[in-house]
């Protein structure tokens, strides 16, 4: 079943197919909570972001992609999470997945391959706040930039000057280390 189908039948009181787009999203809820600062709380963000979008579920445009919609809300359950802290979250990332691919008998390259990463992640984590956002959001969710826009809540013109700037200042910080 694809997403406009789930949307037309959860909103007729069909709760097996809002668990199916449950089901679809969860992993990138999740991603998107953790990588925009929710850490180990990620899992509460995520739930209480379904609980909110199936209750908001009637006011969705049906013309409009579910998935931006969604990730909007998570990104705005994850603000109001570290808002309420009173301080900025520390950035919890697993990206085991996305390791840079090494000969499963090369050693020494997966050492390197892994440090590289853990570098990479603490730059990120040491962007201003609006500049990870978009980095996190164009490169590690792979969202375009209308989608960015979309989830953060920003013109797309918002999206790429702080997307250009957290990439320069990546590319500055990491420049010597990771080549």
Not at 29 to 55: P, S
Not at 123 to 128: E, I
Not at 148 to 156: F, H, Y
Request: proline share 4%.
């Amino acid at each position: 079943m694809n997403d406009d189908e789930a949307i037309a039948r959860s909103l007729e009181g069909d709760l097996s197919a809002y668990e199916a787009l449950v089901a679809r999203y969860s992993a990138l809820a999740h991603r998107t909570a953790a990588m925009l600062g929710a850490g180990d709380e990620a899992e509460d963000v995520v739930q209480e972001a379904f609980v909110k979008a199936f209750r908001h579920l009637p006011s969705f445009h049906r013309d409009s992609p579910f998935r931006p919609w969604l990730l909007r809300i998570v990104a705005n359950e994850t603000h109001n999470l570290t808002r309420a802290r009173g301080r900025r979250s520390e950035l919890s990332v697993r990206l085991g997945a996305t390791a840079v691919a090494t000969a499963p008998d090369d050693p020494e390259g997966a050492a390197v391959a892994t440090d590289r990463r853990a570098r990479l992640l603490e730059a990120v984590r040491g962007l201003p706040e609006r500049e990870r956002q978009a980095v996190v959001c164009r490169y590690f969710l792979q969202l375009s930039e209308a989608e960015t826009a979309q989830v953060l809540g920003w013109p797309i013109g918002s999206v790429k000057s702080r997307t250009h700037r957290g990439l320069a200042r990546l590319r500055e910080e990491v420049r010597d280390e990771l080549g």
